[in-house]
């Protein structure tokens, strides 16, 4: 069974950083690219970024680009999204999502929350 657990969601002050982790089970985890989509409250899914099976290519939104960094570790079978930085708008359920192909995803976590609030 294909599971995908986030886990690092908190509350943190704008300026704050945080890192949310994606723990991966049940496919070869080193041969997927992986990838962080987010959803704001009352808004639709929003790509954040991806990472290439090896960790060496990786993409950004406009909106988070400088800000997070994705990596991974796949001998943990682990994504990572470290964001700083962190904006009220940044707001959002953060799901982490194995690659299918170009935009597209084919398992997801359960979420986790991220609130930036001071």
């Known amino acids: 069974q294909v599971q995908l657990v986030e886990s690092g969601g908190r509350l943190v002050q704008p300026g704050g950083s945080l890192r949310l982790s994606c723990a991966a089970s049940?496919?070869?985890?080193?041969?997927?690219?992986m990838n962080w989509v987010r959803q704001a409250p009352g808004k639709g899914l929003e790509w954040v970024s991806t990472?290439?099976?090896?960790?060496?290519?990786?993409y950004y939104s406009d909106s988070v680009k400088g800000r997070f960094t994705i990596s991974r570790d796949n001998a943990k079978k682990t994504v990572y999204l470290q964001a700083i930085s962190l904006k009220p708008e940044d707001t959002a359920v953060y799901y982490c999502?194995?690659?299918?192909?170009?935009?597209?995803?084919?398992?997801w976590g359960q979420g986790t929350q991220v609130t930036v609030s001071s």
């Open positions: 999502a194995k690659g299918a192909g170009l935009g597209q995803y084919d398992y």
């Open positions: 990472t290439s099976s090896g960790g060496f290519t990786t």
């Open positions: 049940g496919f070869t985890f080193s041969s997927n690219w």
